[in-house]
């Protein structure tokens, strides 16, 4: 590959993760700080992020909820075990493999997702507003494509097993 091209792509992903930052992560949070839920304050930085993966998905073991917050196994593992005593998730064994377990969400969880995913699509509609229907539609593509790539990569470096 052209080492300007490889240059060029690099420049625009680090444009691109400081711009997310800035519109969408630091907006969220700023959101979520004028929140007078008391339930909502008790969470940590990354701890909106794996409730609303959580809520998502309904059940998910610890290791996928790593790949998605990045985060490795021994600090998903302490972010569990605290959002666990703050009655956000709870652990049960997987009815399919007892040596595997699953997260989901209690009530107060189920409550806080709803309330976190209330602030992600006001946020998002709200910036996604500022442009034109073809522009987010553009948007929603490019970030597709971005997947597709990173996924490939991931699985060429066997990182996906």
């Known amino acids: 590959m052209d080492p300007e091209c490889i240059k060029e792509i690099r420049l625009m992903d680090l444009e691109y993760q400081a711009l997310h930052s800035k519109l ?14 008391a339930e909502l304050k008790e969470l940590s930085k990354n701890q909106p992020a794996v409730i609303k993966i959580i809520g998502v998905v309904k059940e998910i073991m610890p290791s996928t909820i790593g790949t998605y917050v990045g985060m490795d196994r021994s600090s998903l593992s302490r972010m569990v075990d605290s959002l666990e005593e703050k009655g956000f998730v709870r652990r049960k064994d997987n009815p399919e493999d007892r040596r595997k377990v699953l997260i989901s969400l209690t009530e107060k969880g189920e409550r806080c997702y709803e309330l976190l995913n209330g602030i992600a699509e006001e946020m998002a509609a709200e910036l996604l507003g500022l442009c034109e229907e073809q522009d987010y539609r553009d948007f929603e593509k490019s970030l597709g494509t971005m997947l597709r790539v990173l996924r490939k990569i991931d699985s060429a470096m066997g990182s996906g097993k």
Not at 28 to 37: G, I, T, W, Y
């Open 24 to 37: 969408f992560e630091d907006h969220f949070f700023q959101k979520l700080a004028l929140s007078e839920n």
